[in-house]
C-alpha cells in the first residue's frame, strides 16, 4: 500500500534478483543436510552440495535455500551446534561457486548471523521472527532480505487462512517497528504440517485462497514440495509425492506465488511457466500522478486491514469492512410475493434482486431470486426477514447458513 489506498505492483529486489508480478516466478532449490528430513531422498551428501546446486542452476533454480535442521514433528531434535556445524562448511562452499541468491533456513540469529558473514544473502525464518528474540534486530541490522512464515508461538502454528492473514500481518508490524525495510520481506504462508493437530484441510484452504495473500503486497512464497496436504489426497509417501505437488504448485503460481521453494527444479520448471503465462495481471490506469486499479477483495478481515493502511482507525475499518465485500446469492423456487418483498427489503438499503419478469406483473405464482449487495446489506435483510410471514424467516435462516458456509473451512474441503 503507498498510502493512497491501491494495491501497488509487486516489484521487489531480492540481491539483484528480480521478484514480482511483472517477472518470472522465481525458483528456491532445497539443500536438505537434514538426516531427520521426512523426505530421505531430498537429503544432500556434503561432498556433493556444489553439484547439486550447480544441477538446480542448471535447471532453473535463481535461488538456493540451506537447511539443517528439519521442522517435521516427529524428527528428532538436534542441537544448534549440531546445526552449525551442518550450515556453516556449506555456505562457505556456495558462496561465489554458485550464481544464485543464497538463502540459510534457520530460526536461530546466533547462526544466521553466522551464515550471513559467510556471505549468505538471505534469512529465513520458518518462525517469523517468533523463536528467538533477537532475529529481528539481526535482520535490522543486517538489512537483508528475509523470508518469514506464518506462526504465532510455533513455526505454522495459524490454522486456516484467517489466522495466516493475521499472523503475517502481526509479523510485518513487528518488522516495521524495528525499521525493517518492507521491501525486503518475502512472506510464507506455511504449507504443511507443522504442528501434529493441524488438519490437511487448513492447507487446501490456503491454496485455494492464496491470492488474498496480495493484500501485504510482497513476494509470495509457496513451499507445497512434497508437503503432507498431498499425502492427505494421493496417500503416497513423500518419494511418490511429485505429481501432485506440481499440481499444488500450478494452483498457487496462478493464485499470485513470485517464489516456489521446491525440491525438484527440472519438473517444476515448466509447470511455474505455464501458470504464470495463464495468471491475468490486476487492472489499473495511471495518469498525470493519478491512479485507479481495481482491488478484489471477498473477506472482511482483509477489507478491515487494507481500511486501516490508509490511515484509518480499527473501529472505522471494523464499522465499514462487511460494505466492502459484495455477495450474489440465487433463492430458488419462492412464492411471488416473497420475492417482491425481498425485492423491496433490498432495495430499502440501496441493493437489489432480480426477478423473473412475469413474477413482477404476478403472471407466475414462483420465482427464482438474485441477491445482490454487500455483506451488510445482506445480513440486514436476514434481519428483517426474520420476524416476517410466510416462508421469509425459514429463508432468512437458508442466507444465513450459506453466508456461514463460505467461511466453513470444514464445510469447504472436509
Not at 109 to 123: H, P, Q, T
Not at 286 to 295: A, I
Request: charged share 25%; with cysteine; proline share 4%.
Amino acid at each position: 500500500m503507498d498510502g493512497t489506498g491501491k494495491i501497488m505492483a509487486v516489484d521487489s529486489d531480492i540481491c539483484g534478483l528480480k521478484v514480482g508480478d511483472e517477472h518470472p516466478v522465481r525458483l528456491m532449490g532445497v539443500i536438505n543436510l537434514s538426516q531427520e528430513s521426512f523426505y530421505k531422498n531430498s537429503v544432500i551428501d556434503k561432498d556433493s552440495i556444489i553439484n547439486t546446486a550447480q544441477d538446480m542452476v542448471d535447471k532453473g533454480a535463481t535461488m538456493i535455500d540451506v537447511g539443517g535442521r528439519s521442522t517435521w514433528p516427529l524428527a528428532e531434535k538436534i542441537t544448534k551446534k549440531q546445526e552449525t556445524e551442518r550450515l556453516l562448511p556449506a555456505l562457505e562452499e556456495l558462496k561465489g561457486n554458485v550464481d544464485a541468491v543464497i538463502s540459510v533456513d534457520t530460526m536461530f540469529a546466533d547462526i544466521a548471523e553466522e551464515s550471513l558473514k559467510r556471505g549468505v544473502d538471505v534469512v529465513n525464518d520458518v518462525s517469523g521472527l517468533t523463536a528467538d528474540s533477537r532475529m529481528v534486530d539481526l535482520i535490522a541490522d543486517y538489512d537483508c532480505p528475509a523470508v518469514v512464515m506464518a506462526s504465532y508461538q510455533t513455526p505454522g502454528d495459524p490454522f486456516g487462512m484467517d489466522a495466516v492473514m493475521d499472523s503475517l500481518s502481526s509479523i510485518i508490524k513487528k518488522a516495521e517497528s524495528k525499521d525493517i525495510d518492507p521491501n525486503k520481506l518475502i512472506l510464507d504462508p506455511a504449507f504443511g504440517k507443522w504442528v501434529p493437530e493441524k488438519d490437511p484441510i487448513y492447507d487446501f484452504e490456503t491454496a485455494d485462497q492464496f491470492e488474498r495473500l496480495k493484500i501485504f503486497e510482497k513476494p509470495l512464497l509457496a513451499a507445497v514440495s512434497r508437503k503432507s496436504m498431498i499425502k492427505a489426497v494421493t496417500g503416497k509417501p513423500a518419494e511418490e509425492r511429485l505429481y501432485g505437488s506440481l499440481a499444488a504448485t500450478s494452483l498457487v503460481v496462478h493464485k499470485g506465488a513470485d517464489i516456489i521453494r521446491t525440491h525438484d527444479i527440472h519438473q517444476t520448471k515448466d509447470v511455474v511457466d505455464v501458470a504464470k503465462a495463464i495468471r491475468s495481471r490486476s487492472p489499473y490506469v495511471r495518469k498525470n500522478g493519478f491512479e485507479v486499479s481495481v482491488l478484489d477483495v471477498n473477506h472482511p478481515s482483509d477489507a478491515a486491514y487494507l481500511i486501516q493502511s490508509i490511515g484509518a482507525t480499527t473501529s472505522g475499518s471494523n464499522v465499514m469492512k462487511k460494505k466492502s465485500v459484495y455477495r450474489v446469492l440465487r433463492i430458488n423456487n419462492i412464492t411471488t410475493t416473497e420475492a417482491l418483498i425481498i425485492k423491496q427489503e433490498m432495495l430499502a438499503r440501496g441493493a437489489d434482486a432480480a426477478i423473473s419478469r412475469d413474477a413482477v406483473s404476478h403472471e407466475d405464482e414462483s420465482t427464482d431470486v438474485i441477491l445482490m449487495g454487500t455483506l451488510l446489506q445482506i445480513e440486514q435483510l436476514v434481519d428483517k426477514l426474520s420476524c416476517q410471514a410466510r416462508n421469509l424467516p425459514l429463508i432468512a435462516d437458508m442466507i444465513e447458513e450459506t453466508l456461514e458456509q463460505y467461511t466453513d473451512t470444514k464445510y469447504l474441503y472436509q
